[in-house]
């Protein structure tokens, strides 16, 4: 089989990293290309295990410097382009929505029109469910690939607008395309700033658990390795130009999984601190991923196993956590919670 050059870009924050790991073992034909910019989410001591197998390399770079990446496409011939770089914290897009657009969007720009001009075989970018905006708490209602994009967040619009420009240099120039959207991830190497591996990690160090509002908020889980398979399986067999929604019906409200990771870890819901709701925040969300179980997708992990397998991985790798919540984390996290 012939080699092939896969850019990821975002390879070493949550997702891309899983999604590199999977692809340097999967793959020995395929070179995988990990461009970060390292930013506070990006970290490469998660890819100790791969970092010297000869399929794997590293690049730092901002993807919104177009002269830096321009060259870095007319260095190297990529067959595909996967694209995870992103702002991905709705509540920092909250505080601080300037970066979100010139990395979501800008970054996103500049990739496309790179790869428009080396002529690359597939530009996979991956996107969000959140890009539909909310759902009321109808369990018989889903977001479909033609649901209308009304995103609620200044990381929804933003994800959302470079959608609309992957679309756009596909019908525009031809570039062959496919966008995913998936739903909430979790799973190992989460940043934890995000609901569970937050949950997961205050626990742990014995402190209380915030929960926005009153906790009804209903979001739709993936293992992180389901993603990984769904976009492995778009890439190699996507219909260029298509759309296509990634999920595996585990609707669950944040009481829920806040409670089944306290009652997991044995310990008392004493812990939860009910705090003031985020602004604009979404009801529910829930996907119909038909069109991809069509395409030959089957996830492998119900919630239950996933977030046993994960709290498990949590509590075998507490060095990288510890790691991880230091520093300007740490001071962002206590302005947050700390009351
Ligand atoms: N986390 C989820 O539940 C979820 C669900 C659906 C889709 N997504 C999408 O998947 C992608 C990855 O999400 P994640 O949770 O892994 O994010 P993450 O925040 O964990 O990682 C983002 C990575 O992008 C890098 N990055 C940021 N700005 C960059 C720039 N200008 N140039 C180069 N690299 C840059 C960071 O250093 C980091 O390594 C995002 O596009 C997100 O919208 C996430």
Redesign the pocket.
């Known amino acids: 089989m012939n080699r092939k050059k896969i850019l990821v ?2 390879g ?6 899983n999604f590199v790991q999977y692809m340097v073992n999967k793959y020995y034909n395929y070179d995988i290309y990990n ?5 506070y ?2 970290d490469l001591t998660k890819h100790h295990i791969i970092q010297n197998k000869s399929n794997y390399h590293f690049i730092k ?4 410097d177009s002269e830096a990446i321009n060259i870095l496409f007319s260095q190297e011939k990529f067959d595909f382009v996967v694209h ?6 709705v509540d920092r897009s909250i505080t601080d929505p300037e970066v979100f657009v010139r ?1 979501n969007v800008l ?1 996103t720009q500049v990739l496309l029109d790179a790869a428009k001009q080396a002529g690359i075989s597939k530009f996979i970018h ?4 959140e890009v539909y905006g909310e759902l009321e708490f109808d369990p018989t209602t889903y977001f479909s690939e033609d649901t209308p994009l009304q995103p609620s967040s200044p990381y929804s619009a933003s ?1 959302a607008a470079s959608d609309l420009l992957v679309h756009a240099y596909n019908k525009t120039y031809g570039l062959p395309i496919n966008i995913t959207r ?4 979790y799973g190992p190497y989460h ?1 934890p700033e ?1 609901l569970i591996p937050l949950t997961i990690s205050r626990i742990l160090n014995g402190q209380k658990v915030p929960v926005y509002g009153d906790g009804k908020n209903i979001r739709d889980w993936l293992h992180v390795n389901d993603h990984c398979t769904a976009i492995d399986l778009v890439m190699h067999e996507g219909v260029n130009g298509e759309v296509y929604n990634v999920g595996g019906h585990n609707e669950r409200t944040n009481l829920e999984v806040v409670k089944t990771i306290i009652k997991t870890l044995g310990k008392s819901e004493e812990l939860i601190d009910f705090v003031e709701d985020r602004l604009g925040h979404d009801k529910r969300y829930a996907i119909d991923p038909t069109k991809l179980v069509n395409l030959g997708w089957k996830p492998t992990y119900t919630f239950d196993t996933g977030i046993a397998q994960t709290i498990q991985w949590y509590l075998d790798n507490q060095e990288w956590w510890g790691q991880i919540i230091s520093g300007e984390y740490q001071n962002y996290f206590h302005k947050q919670y700390f009351r």
């Open positions: 870009t975002g070493a924050g949550f997702i891309g990293g461009l970060d910019l390292l930013t989410a990006g770079a901002d993807i919104a995870f770089a992103a702002e991905s914290h990395t970054g991956v996107s969000t469910d994800k998936c739903s909430n991830n940043f995000k």
